[in-house]
């Protein structure tokens, strides 16, 4: 006991010998690879420590995933009390690695290092570690066979359900409950369990290429079924007697095209192609017999339609139910009796809750709505088998999340039975109702900055975040997650006085700001669905600007009078008045992709043309077309339009059709080639404005990162 070693930081001291972290006479719960890595930080404090080096030091016996580091970080900030944003221990060094920003001083102890069982908290993992030597492989699937990293968390969090309230044959989940956490690199976007409940069939991303896996769930056994190709899987069913497996797959990118449906042994073999075009939702008949799916041929009399076909071949394929644009359908799944499919139809471009939760007789074509319940959106649905209801992922708006949810199939009443932050996406019910499989969604975007004049320097993270917008005084506001709270946030661009502005029961987005720095808009769907709003940039006089059909901001004109917008429901041009008058369409189809001028008189339009996309710049007065640019690479797609301030370039992000390899360009309006600023590498950038740049044109602002899914194992459930 008289040679232990300490390191002391803060009001923390990490013991070396004990292997634990105590906060005053309290431990603070680690899990080994959260000391480890800990503890090589503090013995490098001021230093940056590469990723690299942290793999190598936390992991010497494997190779594993970046995301491990991450992933781990934010639990060790979390028990900490640190944040990323303001870091008083950890700080991270973009796309190098982290530094630990404390003042460590190390010195010999003992009685500090010994612990009182008295006093302190019992130790628990926060995330249980992995298996030794059973770990995540680097530029391999995540989940391969026998090193596969299964981790269990006991959710503090609640999944609850009223037993008084609920219908006959509805599952309870008992509280609180172990949760099973299949996955942790965000890369399992597909899961379902086999009707037996003891394995679960998977599709994994690395990169540009997806794969095919089954996971038997006893022994954490892992088998490839189809190995990684550069297709993008849609959608998963496994056969009642679980001898087959059915996917959609199509080529990247996602969206570019429509899903073939295969069939295939579970045991592996040549796929077999049964229906073409598709969305990507399927469902089997419990005899195995028929197979239901999507197609949407996007038509305004026909934007989407369910359809029916034999299971073992494709043939006698049948057109069941469609639904005009902007309504579409979403998952569908065959009753256990094989007469109905229960299905989702609606649109979620205006923020509100206008998805319904119906099914259709197979036979004769009847449509029942299954409950007066409206949603959001919703993602996926689930059988219970003895048919007295449904279980759905959906969102019902003002919530923040997708929970599952039950509908009773008697008398319609929804009932949501997850009560935690926590987005969840699919659902897989074993035969028996008692085992349940979702994925659950987190985004996990970072605010960027950049220098436009130096495309060597390194971007310098700000915070969490998604769409971004610069002032005329160089403050930033953005807006938080998709999940969790969505607000509206300002910060300087140096990264300091970062404020909340909004906290309201919906979702803030899409923020700009007025010439005269004087109003910030913003849309939000706080009373019901997503319109314009108003305040001050302190965050007061927060005021709705538009009640007719709203959208999203995208610019003040210059005289103050107008706010222009994106509709979100068809995607139009409008105007709102900012003294009175009424709300008007400036252009009804300006296609997908659009750029308002600062001149709130030119709109750019991006086309594709021979093979080839292009930059049109017409005027908005008399339509007429004033200029046509070129990016300087016809393979690669631009994305990310944007005016400079000044309104003498147009600003853009060129990408390849994967979304591998992204590019900043600047395209002047009196030069004829564009200038390359920047290499942004292959990270996601937020759909909706995730691109800003500054008014100097000496900076811009990238939200960049992923959407993580993860597989979860949910047991427990009691019919």
């Known amino acids: 006991m008289e040679g232990k070693h300490l390191y002391r930081f803060g009001e923390f001291n990490l013991c070396v010998e004990e292997r634990n972290l105590r906060r005053g006479d309290r431990n603070i719960p680690l899990t080994p690879k959260m000391y480890d890595l800990l503890l090589v930080l503090v013995q490098n404090p001021d230093r940056i420590v590469e990723k690299e080096f942290l793999l190598r030091s936390v992991w010497p016996d494997s190779f594993v995933e970046e995301g491990n580091i991450s992933f781990n970080i934010r639990q060790l900030r979390k028990a900490l009390g640190d944040s990323a944003q303001e870091p008083m221990y950890i700080e991270t060094i973009p796309r190098r690695g982290y530094r630990f920003v404390a003042k460590v001083e190390n010195v010999s102890a003992r009685d500090l290092c010994e612990i009182d069982a008295v006093a302190a908290e019992p130790v628990e993992s926060v995330v249980p570690d992995t298996v030794a030597r059973t770990r995540w492989v680097r530029a391999r699937p995540v989940l391969a066979v026998g090193a596969f990293a299964m981790l269990l968390a006991v959710m503090g969090s609640v999944l609850w359900l009223s037993r008084g309230t609920v219908a006959h044959g509805a599952p309870i989940l008992s509280a609180p409950f172990a949760m099973e956490k299949l996955s942790t690199d965000g890369m399992v976007f597909h899961a379902v369990l086999t009707p037996d409940g003891k394995t679960m069939v998977y599709t994994h991303r690395n990169g540009r290429k997806q794969s095919l896996w089954l996971r038997q769930l006893e022994t954490s056994n892992n088998i490839q079924i189809i190995p990684p190709t550069e297709n993008f899987y849609g959608g998963l069913a496994v056969s009642p007697d679980a ?159 997708y929970r599952i949810w039950h509908v009773s199939a008697a008398n319609g009443e929804a009932i949501m039975l997850t009560a935690d932050s926590e ?66 946030w300002s910060i300087n661009a140096d990264g300091t006085d970062q404020r909340q502005l909004t906290n309201s029961p919906g979702g803030d987005s899409a923020p700009i700001v007025s010439p005269d720095n004087r109003s910030v808009f913003f849309a939000s769907n706080r009373s019901g669905e997503v319109q314009v709003w108003r305040m001050a940039p ?91 640019f070129a990016p300087p690479d016809p393979a690669m797609r631009p994305a990310y339009v944007v005016w400079s301030h000044d309104g003498a370039d147009l600003v853009y992000v060129l990408e390849d059709e994967g979304r591998e390899n992204r590019s900043l360009w600047f395209q002047s309006m009196t030069e004829p080639k564009p200038r390359k600023i920047a290499d942004l590498g292959a990270t996601e950038i937020f759909e909706l404005a995730g691109f800003a740049l500054s008014y100097d044109a000496k900076h811009f602002v990238v939200a960049q990162g992923n959407w993580n899914h993860d597989a979860v194992l949910i047991k427990g459930l009691k019919p």
């Open 423 to 488: 987005t969840y996406s699919r659902l897989s019910l074993d035969a028996a109702a008692r085992t349940l499989v979702s994925t659950r969604i987190e985004p996990d975007f970072k605010l960027n900055i950049y220098q436009t004049d130096d495309a060597a320097a390194l971007p310098r993270e700000l915070s969490d975040g998604t769409s971004v917008a610069f002032a005329p005084d160089q403050k930033i506001f953005y807006s938080t997650t998709m999940t969790g709270d969505q607000e509206v």
């Open 243 to 401: 001898a087959t497996v059915y996917f959609t797959r199509g080529a990247r990118p996602p969206g570019a095209n429509q899903l073939d449906i295969y069939r295939l042994p579970l045991v592996g073999g040549v796929p077999q192609k049964l229906a073409e075009a598709t969305q990507g939702w399927i469902s089997l008949s419990s005899d195995g017999e028929k197979i239901s799916y999507v197609r949407c041929p996007y038509k305004d009399d026909e934007f989407c339609s369910l359809w029916i076909a034999d299971a073992a071949d494709g043939k006698n394929e049948r057109k069941l139910i469609s639904r005009p644009r902007p309504l579409r359908i979403a998952d569908n799944k065959i009753s256990p009796d094989g007469r109905k499919i229960a299905f989702a139809s609606g649109q979620s471009w205006n923020g509100s809750n206008e998805f319904t939760f119906m099914e259709v007789d197979i036979e004769n074509g009847a449509e029942r709505e299954l409950t007066p319940q409206k949603f959001f959106n919703i993602n996926y649905i689930a059988w219970l088998p003895d048919q007295s209801g449904l279980l759905v992922t959906a969102l019902k708006m003002p919530d923040k999340s």
């Open 538 to 628: 302190d965050g007061s006089n927060q005021t709705q600007v538009t009640t007719q059909e709203g959208g999203y901001p995208l610019r003040v004109s210059p005289d103050g009078q107008w706010v222009y917008y994106r509709s979100g429901l068809h995607n139009t041009l409008r105007r709102a008045p900012l003294l009175g008058g009424q709300e008007e369409v400036v252009l009804s189809s300006p296609g997908v992709d659009f750029a308002l001028a600062p001149d709130t008189a030119h709109i750019a339009l991006t086309r594709r043309q021979n093979n080839q996309y292009i930059f049109e710049i017409v005027s908005l007065g008399d339509s007429r077309i004033e200029k046509t």
